[in-house]
C-alpha cells in the first residue's frame, strides 16, 4: 500500500505537462524547454500521470482519496 500512497499524488505542474503533451499535442522538446527538463523527464511525467490515470479510473474515483 505504500507504492500507492508514494505513486498516485502528482502535481498540479504533472498535471500541465500531461495536458500539454496529450491534449494540445506539443512536442516533448517544446514542454521541456518551457519547463526547464529534458524531453525523457516530460516522457516520464507524462507515462506516470498517464497510469495514474488508468489506475483512478480501473479502481474508482475514491482510489485517491483511500490511499492518499
Do not use: P
Request: proline share 0%.
Amino acid at each position: 500500500m505504500s507504492y500507492f500512497k508514494k505513486a498516485i499524488n502528482y502535481t498540479k505542474r504533472d498535471e500541465e505537462i500531461y495536458h500539454k503533451r496529450e491534449v494540445e499535442g506539443r512536442t516533448l522538446k517544446s514542454i521541456g524547454d518551457e519547463y526547464g527538463l529534458s524531453s525523457e523527464r516530460i516522457r516520464g511525467i507524462t507515462a506516470r500521470v498517464y497510469r495514474m490515470k488508468f489506475l483512478e479510473k480501473e479502481m474508482g474515483s475514491s482510489c485517491r482519496l483511500e490511499f492518499c
